[in-house]
């Protein structure tokens, strides 16, 4: 199988699998692009931020905005992704995918940038072992709701894991989505656990029905919209 930068196309079940076997010093990654832009979603929405989007993921969601970051990407050494994200002299750092957690130097690059004094965001897909960050990264975890197809990938166990400074994630495609979301958050406690985010699929399902769903359930989350949807082209790359 040939690298992600000569074109190799990776198909899901392949992805564990190649990363584990290209990656065995953790050193070196697979990266798809790094951009400045605003955080558009999250509990830090509004804010300046670096963001470095690897390559691969595991996951083949219905709606998935980034497909782009599937298979494209070069082969980089973790220093040299450190050196230039320092460059931006942004403090506020997201490692997204793709699926991030796919590559064992996903591990190594946020060690290594908090140790620059950055705050890291990983945001991941929930369908690997968030444990493996360090202690005071900042785990977004996108919760796959029935309509992206990937629900069953979901790791449950990751759950224990969650501490006050993590967020959940649901992307809300229809009622049936909303309802899981809301019987999950119930049936695992997400309030008590961290801050629990609510989306939309951008184009899918009209903002305000959602909005009027979380207030009529006096549902305890945050309703988010993708910022960076708003002010830029939708599917422009890098903003």
């Known amino acids: 199988m040939q690298v992600p930068s000569d074109g190799a196309r990776l198909v899901p079940s392949d992805c564990n699998r190649y990363f584990d076997r290209m990656q065995p010093d953790a050193h070196d990654l697979f990266v798809n692009e790094i951009y400045v832009s605003l955080q558009g979603e999250s509990s830090h929405a509004g804010l300046p931020c670096v963001f470095v989007r690897l390559t691969g993921c595991n996951l083949r969601c219905t709606w998935c905005d980034t497909e782009y970051a599937f298979y494209e990407g070069k082969r980089r050494s973790v220093d040299d992704v450190v050196q230039e994200v320092e460059s931006h002299e942004v403090r506020l750092v997201e ?56 629900c069953d990938k979901n790791d449950w166990d990751n759950i224990a894991h969650l501490n006050a400074k993590d967020e959940v994630k649901f992307v809300i495609g229809d009622r049936a989505d909303y309802d899981w979301a809301r019987q999950i958050m119930e049936r695992h406690q997400l309030p008590q656990r961290c801050l629990v985010l609510i989306s939309t699929v951008f184009g899918a399902i009209e903002p305000r029905i959602v909005a009027d769903w979380m207030l009529q359930d006096r549902l305890e989350a945050r309703f988010q919209l993708q910022m960076h949807k708003y002010i830029w082209d939708p599917v422009a790359r890098g903003v």
């Open 95 to 150: 490692i997204t995918g793709g699926e991030p957690l796919l590559q064992k130097g996903c591990v190594t690059l946020a060690a290594r940038l908090q140790e620059k004094g950055k705050i890291v965001l990983v945001e991941t897909s929930g369908a690997q072992p968030i444990n493996v960050l360090p202690a005071g990264v900042i785990r977004i975890m996108d919760l796959k709701c029935p309509s992206t197809g990937e």
